[in-house]
């Protein structure tokens, strides 16, 4: 094992031992509500919420003795990342295997795209789920949103080197602090103040308290697990569209420039550049639309703010979707293939890789036409963007796009309208989740299967899932002798 020795998976189990229990501890609040409805499934919460918790502690105790003296890199925290959100949609799928009845590969689908924010679901009616079930999956994507690892290490561990290796290995970069530590307590504090406020209006703008509740949760997180089979449709009401609609762009914005926001009273809000290019978009691709066909303006707005957010949520049936127009289709595909601004709780691309790829490819032009010796810089917002920062962005677009043409080489052979599994397959892995109809209870195990490598990937932004690849083989080598010749 050349990569992967003992003392490193003692370092890796000793910080997944962490999460777990604070994934144990997460599964457990929704029975608040199982306590208030008098449900009868609060054994379907203690029950896994104990095995992940005592699971945890007894990881993390033996093996703190083992790796005490050990560092963390990068390497670890990408492996840790990764197996957190497989065990957290595992201990979700307990859940609700013991809960509704549900298979366990239906259950691990609906909890991985909980985990992502991705806000797909196979429930084929939400109203005979319990609440506390739709709870959970509520706060699945607000935690996930702002990153599992994020989350828990931010509350439970102190700043220092493992806090800085945990939060990169979640493809988080910003800093709001020199300090990883108090970057992620300033993040934390700011989510939650959102989340307040948001709930706080949807109550005052006369929605229920649990539906406030949930529908804060997940839009906040660009989730879009609506509490109700028909989305925010459910309410035919402009004034909750449009303040989800704000929820969608202050989820899809970065947590930095949200935070200099408060501090400047907006300015540094409206100067940032990913915020510039997010609202570009959104008014471009929604005037285009309005003016392209008969749909609803408002219909039209919320579904390009919903796809560019890498939010999901929408205001009309998988049927309807399905009828767009090749056209919409084609623009909201854009929309979920872009994302929203690096640092937030959107997924897809990120903006900010697609504008310093565009960049680079317009120095190229311009040092190809240039006279012979000349030198050409990238800036984006007064910042000199280097040739291999280019590099990498442009290889993570190519990996990116290999993962989205599997998916939809899988779901194109089990015989899927090549349009609409092309659109599923994009929302899936951009965590977005607005949907066809392709993506469905009855899709084939094999189809299930690979939409899950799609959103987990997407979610962690492809590099930890080939460190864990290349980890788990090298395991499994040193594990089966190789055999010599005679």
């Known amino acids: 094992m050349k990569h992967i020795r003992t003392k490193d998976i003692y370092i890796i189990s000793q910080y997944l031992g962490i999460i777990m229990q604070g994934i144990g501890i997460s599964v457990l609040i929704p029975l608040i509500v199982v306590l208030f409805y008098r449900e009868t499934v609060h054994l379907s919460f203690i029950v896994p919420g104990i095995i992940s918790f005592a699971i945890g502690t007894i990881l993390h105790k033996i093996s703190s003795t083992h790796s005490s003296t050990h560092s963390i890199r990068l390497k670890h925290g990408m492996m840790i990342s990764s197996f957190a959100w497989i065990w957290a949609s595992f201990i979700g799928a307990l859940v609700m295997m013991s809960a509704v009845d549900m298979s366990f590969i239906n259950a691990f689908f609906e909890n991985m795209s909980a985990w992502t924010g991705t806000g797909f679901t196979l429930f084929p009616d939400l109203n005979v789920v319990p609440k506390s079930v739709i709870l959970l999956r509520s706060i699945e994507q607000w935690i996930g949103g702002l990153g599992v690892v994020t989350l828990i290490i931010g509350l439970l561990l102190h700043s220092g080197r493992p806090t800085a290796r945990l939060y990169k290995s979640e493809a988080r970069e910003e800093k709001i602090s020199p300090s990883i530590g108090s970057t992620l307590k300033k993040i934390i504090k700011v989510y939650v103040g959102v989340t307040i406020i948001g709930i706080i209006i949807y109550i005052l703008a006369g929605m229920p308290i649990f539906d406030s509740v949930n529908n804060t949760l997940m839009m906040v997180a660009t989730g879009g697990m609506s509490p109700h089979n028909e989305g925010m449709g459910f309410y035919h009401d402009n004034i909750f569209n449009i303040i989800s609609i704000i929820l969608m762009i202050i989820g899809g914005t970065s947590f930095l420039a949200l935070y200099k926001s408060l501090k400047t ?156 599994a092309l659109f599923d397959v994009i929302s899936a892995q951009g965590n977005v989740g607005i949907n066809t109809g392709v993506i469905s209870a009855s899709m084939p195990f094999e189809a299930k299967i690979m939409i899950i490598v799609n959103m987990w990937v997407g979610r962690l932004e492809i590099i930890p899932i080939l460190v864990v690849a290349r980890g788990l083989f090298e395991v499994l080598k040193g594990i089966i002798p190789s055999q010599k010749p005679y």
């Open 265 to 420: 009273k907006g300015v540094k809000l409206v100067r940032d550049v990913q915020f510039q290019a997010m609202m570009f978009l959104i008014i471009a691709i929604s005037l285009i639309l309005i003016f392209a066909t008969d749909i609803l303006p408002m219909n039209i707005i919320y579904h390009v703010v919903s796809a560019v957010t890498t939010t999901g949520s929408t205001l009309i049936s998988k049927n309807d979707v399905a009828s767009w127009p090749g056209f919409v289709k084609s623009n909201i595909m854009i929309l979920m293939l872009i994302g929203g601004a690096s640092g937030s709780t959107a997924g897809a691309i990120k903006l900010i890789r697609i504008m310093i790829v565009l960049k680079g490819i317009g120095m190229n032009i311009k040092q190809i036409m240039a006279p012979e010796g000349m030198v050409h810089k990238i800036k984006l917002s007064k910042q000199v963007i280097k040739e291999n920062e280019i590099k990498t962005m442009s290889s993570f677009i190519v990996l990116y796009m290999l993962f989205v043409f599997a998916g939809w080489f899988v779901l194109t052979f089990y015989g899927y309208d090549p349009m609409n």
